[in-house]
């Protein structure tokens, strides 16, 4: 410790009794693998997202009310323009240093949902999801929600052609829900699409709103890890069920730490540079009526624009009373089941397996058959939606007609994924019985059988109280 | 409280390289933080200076890197590497069965103050959502009624009339409700087809036995249909591929839309201008959440 630095911590450790506390900070042991970095990605793309994000809000105007845009950008100089849309075009081309810092947080919004989603399906595949983590995984399930909804409204912001035609279609599936649809779609844009309020309510939301929740979630996520400490993958010779295994926090998870948010802020910053990400004077601001040719979302929700693409024609009345309708069931309750369905499947696992007692050390996939097939199927569905949602390319790329090419889709989509996690299923029953095992139904059954394969040989429990925790293997 | 004295505190170490002493590697921490620094200024003076994008964010992304690399270098060459193990923490069995606090309430009857307590705060929970409401007027007949109406003009985007000498076969114009330019709602797509249409189609709607109005709203999510397909007449949504036939009533040939585009009731006023004899006799748009 430099003197000065010494001296400040001393004088507020005699107020304030830090040393003990940082003490144990510095000593917290953290597991290495480079997979626990995907969380850390997004935790710092969200960062990015913030620093950059304040930069742009000092410039962006939430109106849809024209205005005439004067500035350096010839193509739009004198032009009548969305106030929206005209106040990027002026952040970008008329502020300093606006073009870089709005494509750096374009970047780093893709690269914040897509490290999530990564590290949402590294917690799926290996079990770190088991008691006592189903809470922490449910958070971060509603985390990966709010990063949708993020992502969403910032896309929508610019208010360019792209941006109209993605909020119309959200405002329609507002619109779906049976019953309420017509008044839910009216509390959230204000009004009617496109004469609403929709611009500074989408503004609202991605400005305060969501990053209110993101940063309130990501804060209690983050201390629950804290608080139940890191899983960790099965290490040789240790109990990892009773024991971390890892590096301290001090030097060198925070020397990590800080290079990597080094390297991603660097990154980010280079790609923008070269990248022109999302440049909206290409795609001219948005008029009623009006559609581009190639209408579509961002890549993380192609899923849904696949699913609202194959799914056929449907519209009925229950009763008289509600309208049921394809927007609705592909657009809403699809998404839902997926979600629903991945929040429940951590107390589905304990439940069939009849699992006991907390899980600690991370699991192949293959090791659970149930786990392997739910997690293929739900993934490989999810990419083959995503797929759907560019069958108008493909059919243009590969001269089938569009019609074929969504029968491709439905029938792949509904034959797919299924035939996937049966497969699956099949083969990792077989591996388990080739070699003689069981789904363990408690850590301590799971690490004695884990030696079978030779990797990691039988855990090592030591004495109760003064333990040693490492065998003499080495 | 002694710090030493929380054998949680301590770190347990079963593993430790130290890193060899090396002048070179020293070198590279100063001279890539130094390298950082100076393009950190070089990003200042050119973002001041009105410098091109590339100079001034090149300098700030080469800077961060060669930031990471002092620091990455420098953690690794001057801290020994270490392997530590630390216990999982098991919760003190003791503590499991004693209430959240010592302190309890007083007396018999309390859980019927308890639930008065719980089921007040609900209810008045809930009452505290009735703002929600607020956020949006009702919606009244909006979504069953446009701004077509008998008697008014059909208008180009540009706000002038229409007359049916102005489509040319095989034409199509995107048209609005006269005093209604870009009510989404309204939009109409006005075409000529090349060969005579047939029912559903409303044939009394037709003008000059070819001109037929649809309305553009796509029946599935509301995208405006903006393609026509003149070798098989057919109306096409970009967003999710709805194709409807444009000489047969609009009805859905393929794709995710269910309903046809209704079609407006057109007539010809004194002054021989587009006019609609109505509003949409059916709904526009996407299915609406009531029946
Ligand atoms: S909105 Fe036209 S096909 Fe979906």
Redesign the interface.
Known sequence: MTPLFALLFDSLDERLKL??PS??VA???FPHNWSFLLGEVALFSLVVLVATGVFLTMFYRPSTAPVVYHGSLELYDGTTLPGAFESILRLSHDV??G??FRRIHRAASHLFIAASVLHMLRILFTGAFRRPREVNYLLGLGLITLAFVAGFTGYSLPYDSLAG?GI??A???L?????????V????????????DVIPRFFVFHVMIVPALIIGAVSVHLLLVGRQ?HTQFPTHG?DG????????LW??Q??ES??LI??I???L??S??FVPWSDISLLGPYV????????QPDWFMFWI?GA????????F??L????V????V??IVLPGMVFTGLALYPFLERKVYGLRGEW?VLTNPLDIPLRAAVSLGTFSFVLLLSAAAT??ILSRLSGIS??DV?WIFRVACLLGPPVLAAGIYRYSTKRLRSRGLVVATDEQQATSQAGGHGAVPAAVTPPARD?S??SGGE | MSADGDPKAELRVIARTDPPRSKLNDSIVVLSAGAAALLGVVFAVSLLAGGPMVLYGGALAGGLLLLAVAVRRYFTDRFPDIEAVEPREIPSPDDTDKPLSDVAPLGPRRSLLKRALIAAGGVFGLSLLAPVTSLGPAPGRTFTTTAWARGVRLVTTDGDPVRPGDVAAGGIATIWPEGAIGQERSSVLLLRLSVEPVPPTVLEWVIADFLVAYSKVCTHAGCPVALYRQQDNALFCPCHQSTFNAVAGAVPTFGPAARPLPQLPLGLDEEGYLVALSDFVEPVGPALPRA
């Open positions: 040393r003990h003490r144990k000593n917290k042991v300093p240093g073009l870089l035609t119309r279609i405002y329609s599936e619109l779906s829900f049976p019953v309420v649809g017509d008044r779609a009216f509390w959230v844009f204000g009004g009617d699409f496109p004469t609403g400490r240790v069920h009773a024991f971390i295994v890892g590096k301290p030097p060198a925070f020397a800080a290079t080094l390297w802020g660097g990154l910053t280079a923008a540079v009623p009526g009006e559609v581009g040719n190639n209408a624009d609202l693409r194959i799914f056929p024609p449907l519209e009345s229950v008289g009373l509600m309208t309708s394809g927007p609705f592909a657009g600690h069958s108008d569009i019609e969504i333990p925790p490492v």
